[in-house]
C-alpha cells in the first residue's frame, strides 16, 4: 500500500455527524467499564477545493465513546464556532489561521488566527467546554454535544485559553492560562473554583514569544517552561500572508527557564534557566522531599524547523510536503526551589513519542506508572502506531503494536471498577486504520498490554485528533 495516501488518509474530513450504537466489537468490552471516552480534533482540513494551511486550523469536533453494561455508544458534532458557521456558509475560507490567511486578504493578515476549539475539553464546575489556542472556550452539551456558545467566566476571561488546563483532583480547584500578543509577551493565569467562579488571575511577562502550550501542576505550585521554540520578532512575514506556523522555529539563542508560580497567591516563586529545549507536552507533576517533580516529552528541535516553500502554505494534503509528525523523548525534571536548580533525567528505554498521560484521579501527587504515544522498533515514521507503558519507578517500558497503518491518537488512562494497584487500568484509544479507511476505539488491559481487549469498529473514518477525556457519567 502506497504510505502517503494511507497517511493522508489519517486526516481526511468527516463531514457527517453519527448518533448510534455499535455493533461491530471484536473481543470483549469490559461489563463494568462505565463512562464516556471523549476526543476534540480538527473534523476538516478542507472546504471544498481549498485546503486549511495547518493541521492545527481544522474545524473542531467532539467524538464521543459511551461504555454501559458491555455496550457501546457513539456519537460526534462540529463545535458551531463563529469560524465554522460563517465558513460554512460561505463555502470557502474567510478567518486566518494558524497556517495563514486566507488568499486575497489584507485586512485578515492583521488578525489573530480564528478559534477553532479543536484541541481540548474539560468537563468542570458544571461546564463541558471545548478549548482550542485560538481563542476562548466554546460550552458544548455534554450529552447532545451542541454548542451552546463562546464561554468567558462572567466576563474575567481575557482573549485565549490554553487547550492544557489542569484540575486538581483533591480540591476540585481547575488552573488555566491564556497568551498575551504584543510588544511585551506574557501569559494571564486563571484560578478557577471548583463552582466553576473564576476567583483569581494574574499575569506573567516573558522573555519572548514561545510556543507556550502546556504547563504542570502540583499540589501547590504551578510549572511552565519557556522554551526556545519561539515566534520572530519581525511581523513582515505574517503581514505578508505567512504562516504563524513557519514563524515559530527553534532558535537556542532564546532563553530558555523554568517559570514557578505559587497557586495561593498567585506569584512568581522563581525562574530557573535551563539549557534551550523545545517541548509541547508536560506530564504528571508532584511535590517529594521539597522538590517538584514533573514529566515532558523533549522533541527534536527540527520538529519545528520547516523548510521554505515559496507561496505554499505547510499542509498536509500538499504533494511536495513530506508530512511526519515528530515524536519526542519522555524526560523527567527535578526542581530544587532552595537552590534554584533543575535537574533533567531521561527514560532510556521509552521510546519516541507524544501526548503523554497519566491517571488523572492521582494528579499533583506521585505516579508510578505513564502512558504515550509511540514509535514501535521497525515500523513507519510517519505518524504513531504503538503505545507504551512507562514505569517511572523501574524505568520498565512495554509497548502495544498497533501494526503498520493502524495510526493511534493520545492514549487515556482509565482505573479498573475496584482496582487495587495503579497497574489495574484500561488504556483506550482512537485509532485510524489505513487498511481499511475506518476508525476503530480500542481498549487495552493494562495487565495483557501486547492484547486487544476489545476493538470497537465504525464503518467510518474520523480525522485524526488531538486530546479527550474520560468521565464515568453517561449520557445515554
Known amino acids: 500500500m502506497d504510505q502517503l495516501p494511507t497517511i493522508k488518509g489519517n486526516f481526511e474530513a468527516q463531514e457527517q455527524e453519527f448518533d448510534f450504537w455499535v455493533d461491530t466489537i471484536e473481543g470483549k468490552v469490559p461489563e463494568d467499564l462505565t463512562g464516556s471516552f471523549y476526543r476534540n480534533g480538527p473534523g476538516r482540513l478542507k472546504l471544498g477545493d481549498e485546503e486549511f494551511g495547518h493541521w492545527f486550523d481544522g474545524d473542531g469536533m467532539i467524538a464521543r465513546t459511551t461504555f454501559r453494561d458491555g455496550k457501546v455508544h457513539f456519537a460526534n458534532k462540529f463545535i458551531r464556532t463563529p469560524k465554522y458557521v460563517k465558513e460554512t456558509a460561505a463555502g470557502k475560507m474567510i478567518y486566518r489561521g494558524f497556517g495563514g490567511a486566507p488568499k486575497g486578504s489584507i485586512l485578515r493578515r492583521f488578525a489573530l488566527p480564528a478559534q477553532p476549539a479543536n484541541t481540548g475539553l474539560i468537563l468542570h464546575g458544571g461546564k463541558f467546554l471545548a478549548l482550542g489556542e485560538g481563542g476562548r472556550p466554546f460550552a458544548v452539551e455534554p450529552d447532545t454535544l451542541d454548542t451552546e456558545g463562546e464561554y468567558n467566566y462572567d466576563g474575567r476571561l481575557g482573549k485565549t485559553f490554553s487547550a492544557h488546563g489542569k484540575k486538581n483532583p483533591f480540591t476540585g480547584y481547575y488552573y488555566n492560562f491564556g497568551m498575551r500578543f504584543g510588544a511585551k509577551p506574557s501569559f494571564d493565569f486563571y484560578k478557577i473554583s471548583p463552582s466553576g467562579t473564576l476567583v483569581d488571575s494574574a499575569t506573567f511577562y516573558l522573555d519572548h514569544m514561545p510556543m507556550l502550550h502546556d504547563f504542570a501542576l502540583t499540589e501547590n505550585y504551578a510549572i511552565f517552561i519557556q522554551s526556545s521554540v519561539g515566534m520572530s520578532a519581525n511581523p513582515l512575514p505574517i503581514l505578508l500572508g505567512g504562516s504563524v506556523a513557519d514563524a515559530m ?97 531521561v527514560i532510556n528505554d521509552a521510546l519516541l513519542g507524544e501526548f503523554p498521560q497519566w491517571d488523572w484521579t492521582l494528579s499533583t501527587k506521585e505516579n508510578r506508572y505513564a502512558l504515550s504515544t509511540a ?66 476505539v480500542v481498549i487495552i488491559d493494562s495487565e495483557d498490554f501486547t492484547g486487544e481487549q476489545a476493538v470497537i469498529k465504525l464503518d467510518f473514518h474520523m480525522p485524526q485528533g488531538f486530546h479527550g477525556m474520560f468521565t464515568p457519567k453517561v449520557y445515554v
Open 375 to 440: 514509535y514501535p522498533e521497525g515500523g513507519p515514521k510517519t505518524y504513531f502506531t504503538g503505545i507504551q507503558k512507562i514505569d517511572r519507578q523501574t524505568g520498565k517500558v512495554e509497548v502495544h503494536d498497533f501494526g503498520n497503518y493502524r495510526f493511534t491518537g493520545e492514549p487515556l488512562m482509565v482505573a479498573k471498577a475496584n482496582a487495587k494497584s495503579e497497574d489495574e487500568f484500561w488504556a483506550m484509544c482512537y485509532v485510524y486504520n489505513g487498511n481499511t479507511d475506518k476508525t476503530e
Open 249 to 345: 522555529q527553534f532558535d537556542n539563542r532564546l532563553r530558555n527557564k523554568i517559570i514557578v508560580i505559587d497557586l495561593h497567591n498567585l506569584k512568581l516563586v522563581d525562574e530557573i534557566d535551563i539549557e534551550p529545549l523545545a517541548s509541547l507536552h508536560f506530564g504528571n507533576a508532584y511535590e517529594k522531599n521539597n522538590e517538584l517533580h514533573f514529566d515532558i516529552i523533549q522533541t527534536k528541535e527540527s520538529a519545528y524547523s520547516t523548510p521554505t516553500r515559496k507561496n505554499k502554505p505547510l499542509n498536509i494534503f500538499d504533494p511536495d510536503v513530506d508530512f511526519k509528525m515528530g515524536g519526542g523523548e519522555y524526560m523527567r525534571f527535578v526542581v530544587n526551589l532552595r537552590h534554584g536548580t533543575a535537574i533533567k533525567e
